[in-house]
């Protein structure tokens, strides 16, 4: 604190990974804490005794609130999100987290970390297009905006709006595009397909055709007796 009482003291011992070579590499290693009880004037790392960073946390905490989605929109292909946000110690740089939860709020998946706006305006824009998120129920989308300082943290919830259902995304694994089979013979089919809603799609929800001819059904099917041009 401001009179140099340490407030918490947090031990960490980072594992040393193991390398094929002897380049010297680049560590990152994250430790979380309870925020200790008093209001902290520094922060310091230390290895053993010998401080080898620091930080000095303004007093204040950032605020942000959400104007775009604003509620009761329906989303296809384009989100459009936009908040603001500010902090009231001047020297303190904004890094933002968003998250999306298609179910009001129950869970939350990352959309961006360590996103920096503009640095001219307390207005930041971010757009997705295309929206590749989970679908949601009617007005049950939310989007949570977390503004932090590097040590304090300001948080916002947008109004509730909805994301229509995605359509799965699916990919031909074999034959190869531009691959050519003699006519008769038999052809093996590998595919696979997600979906934003359910993750991997299984055997039954996958299906396989040749010129609107259904061949067969699965993530793997054998294509036998197509004619020459097929």
Known sequence: ??????????????????????????????????????TV????????????????????????????????ETIDNTLELQWQASDADPNDVLLYAVQYSP??????????NDFVGTGTSNTV????????????????????????DGYHTGIAVSQPFTVKNRAPDAAILNPASGQTFAAG?????????????????NDSALSWSVDGVAVGTGKDALAAGLAPGA
Do not use: Y
Request: no cysteine; proline share 12%; glycine share 6%.
């Open 185 to 201: 013979e038999s052809i093996p089919l590998q595919g696979t397909a997600t979906d934003p809603e359910e993750g991997g799609l």
């Open 41 to 72: 004037a520094r922060i310091e790392l230390l290895q053993d005794s010998t401080v080898i960073d620091s930080r000095t946390p303004g007093a204040s905490t950032p605020t942000v609130s959400i104007s775009k989605p604003a509620g009761n």
């Open 1 to 38: 604190d401001a009179a140099n009482n340490v407030l918490a003291d947090n031990p960490v011992t980072p594992i040393e990974p193991h390398f094929h070579d002897d380049r010297p590499t680049p560590l990152v290693f994250i430790t979380t804490f309870p925020a200790p009880t008093g």
């Open 103 to 112: 179910d009001n709020g129950l869970h939350w998946q990352s959309i961006a």
């Open 125 to 148: 824009n971010l757009t997705l297009n295309p929206v590749s998120l989970p679908g949601s129920l009617p007005n049950q989308a939310r989007i949570r905006v977390a503004a932090s």
